[in-house]
């Protein structure tokens, strides 16, 4: 259907309403290429003055290039908000995101990675990992000697324990056999920056422009 209405140049608020839908779609299954069509078509709609969900796509868009990690689109998309759009709920809450990344407090980070609305914990799910590593070297450099891993589990946000533990084992960081586990965190630094590697580029089809 989002081929035809393309197709045939269709440009109401029912194209919105398909547009829309099979981003969300896209994000549930984890298709940022086929979302990422979606949001620049949704993008060119909405500059039009047509109805939708602008501002919760507004909020996708700014976690997007987060995960990118693309300042400069960033920048110039925080340079584009009205006063009016920074006030939206969504909009806050990735500008708040966005701030905690920049400032490094990883407690504030997780805080509202929790408390994402809508569909935004899809997009922060893409780099939430990255995020994990960066902040596990502050807190290598943070808490000596050891830090139980159920304390490291609940500041990075992991639902489950066991969670985190595959998590650092992922990571090549040894953790105690004890009847509460915990981490070596000058042994666990050098894992954690190692890990960091891998995240510095973001291979994604579909980029927004």
Same mark, same amino acid.
């Given at each position: 259907?989002?081929?035809?209405?393309t197709?045939?140049?269709?440009?109401?608020?029912?194209?919105? /309403?398909?547009? #829309?839908?099979?981003?969300?779609?896209?994000? /549930?299954?984890?298709?940022?290429?086929?979302?990422?069509?979606?949001?620049?078509?949704?993008?060119?709609?909405?500059?039009?003055?047509?109805?939708?969900?602008?501002? #919760?796509?507004?909020?996708?868009?700014?976690?997007?290039?987060?995960?990118?990690?693309?300042? =400069?689109?960033?920048?110039?998309?925080?340079?584009?908000?009205?006063?009016? #759009?920074?006030?939206?709920?969504?909009? @806050?809450?990735?500008?708040?995101?966005?701030?905690?990344?920049?400032?490094?407090?990883?407690?504030?980070?997780?805080?509202?990675?929790?408390?994402t609305?809508?569909? =935004?914990?899809?997009?922060?799910d893409?780099?939430?990992?990255?995020?994990?590593?960066?902040?596990? @070297?502050?807190?290598?450099?943070?808490?000596?000697?050891?830090?139980?891993?159920?304390?490291?589990?609940? &500041?990075?946000?992991?639902?489950?324990?066991?969670?985190?533990?595959?998590?650092?084992?992922?990571?090549?960081?040894?953790?105690?056999?004890?009847e509460?586990?915990?981490?070596?965190?000058?042994?666990?630094y050098?894992?954690?920056?190692?890990?960091? @590697?891998?995240? #510095?580029?973001? &291979?994604?089809?579909?980029?927004?422009?």
């Open positions: 259907m989002r081929q035809d209405l197709v045939q140049r269709i440009t109401n608020s029912f194209t919105v /309403e398909v547009y #829309e839908t099979h981003a969300r779609v896209a994000l /549930e299954t984890n298709d940022l290429g086929e979302y990422n069509q979606c949001q620049t078509q949704l993008k060119q709609l909405y500059s039009m003055g047509l109805p939708g969900h602008a501002m #919760e796509f507004l909020a996708y868009r700014i976690l997007y290039f987060l995960y990118t990690r693309n300042k =400069g689109d960033i920048n110039a998309a925080m340079a584009a908000m009205l006063p009016s #759009e920074k006030q939206d709920q969504a909009v @806050q809450h990735a500008l708040s995101v966005r701030a905690a990344m920049a400032a490094g407090n990883y407690h504030r980070f997780f805080m509202l990675y929790l408390a609305p809508n569909m =935004g914990g899809y997009l922060i893409k780099f939430v990992d990255r995020e994990r590593c960066a902040s596990l @070297q502050r807190m290598c450099k943070a808490f000596r000697p050891r830090l139980s891993v159920a304390v490291i589990a609940k &500041d990075l946000a992991f639902a489950k324990v066991d969670d985190c533990i595959k998590f650092l084992a992922e990571l090549n960081v040894a953790i105690s056999q004890d509460l586990p915990s981490v070596d965190m000058k042994l666990a050098p894992h954690a920056v190692a890990a960091m @590697q891998i995240y #510095e580029k973001v &291979d994604i089809k579909g980029q927004i422009y």
